[in-house]
């Protein structure tokens, strides 16, 4: 049974570029939520995705986007890039389709390394 | 508002000795308690959760976690640390209605087990 996937691991990107992450959720899991970490950090929420609609959205700027496919995999995508964009992004599926979902953990993927030059 | 607190940056033990890693939280309504840990370079692993019942919770690895509602706490210990435990422990919260809540997580505490 497969985890949670994610690519590419590392990504190197210039200021202002434009960058997509992708996200296969565990076997099972219907819902994606996506999660920036910076160094020496917790996790920040940005958004979370259920039956292809954002659900949930962190304080995050309208730079950051997402899309999930009805396969319930996710991208996400960040235009104009900045240096403070530089982060471990992490993904996580869940499963949330029947009454009381929401105690349900998380099932992290590995992340990818973004760093912006 | 929501918010998680993990007051100390570090926490240090020697093998064989009991660890507590505080946690600390606060929202509004019923609270969903979870502990994650994370190694290098790797993604977040699940620990344990609380959601109802008994405070005291136990989950991966020999870990615990008590839940004291009073305080507003939610402590994660182990009776006695292995080197192996060494990593980033990060407690989350999950809270309020339906079933697409988001999670906040601590700023982490660095566990250090030294042989």
């Known amino acids: 049974d497969a985890g949670v996937t994610q690519s590419p691991t590392h990504l190197i990107k210039t200021r202002g570029q434009q960058v997509t992450l992708r996200c296969s959720p565990k076997?099972?899991?219907?819902?994606v939520s996506w999660y920036q970490q910076a160094l020496g950090q917790g996790p920040q929420f940005i958004f979370q995705y259920y039956e292809e609609e954002e659900r949930q959205r962190g304080n995050f700027p309208d730079r950051f986007s997402g899309h999930q496919f009805p396969n319930y995999s996710s991208e996400l995508n960040v235009n104009a890039l900045l240096l403070g964009d530089s982060a471990l992004y992490l993904c996580?599926?869940?499963?949330?389709?029947?009454?009381?979902?929401?105690?349900?953990?998380?099932?992290f993927g590995p992340g990818t390394r973004l760093t912006v030059t | 508002a929501q918010s998680v607190a993990q007051p100390e940056d570090q926490v240090n033990v020697a093998e064989g000795n009991p660890l507590t890693v505080k946690c600390t939280y606060s929202v509004s309504g019923n609270p969903y308690l979870f502990w994650y840990v994370q190694y290098p370079n790797r993604g977040l692993q699940f620990l344990l959760k609380?959601?109802?019942?008994?405070?005291l919770v136990k989950g991966s690895y020999g870990f615990e976690a008590e839940f004291n509602k009073s305080q507003t706490s939610f402590h994660l210990k182990k009776p006695s640390a292995l080197v192996s435990d060494s990593a980033l422990y990060f407690c989350a919260v999950r809270a309020g209605l339906g079933n697409f809540n988001k999670f906040y997580f601590g700023s982490g505490t660095k566990l250090n087990v030294k042989p």
């Open positions: 996580a599926s869940s499963f949330s389709r029947t009454s009381g979902s929401i105690s349900n953990e998380q099932y």
């Open positions: 076997s099972g899991h219907d819902t």
């Open positions: 609380y959601i109802t019942g008994d405070n």
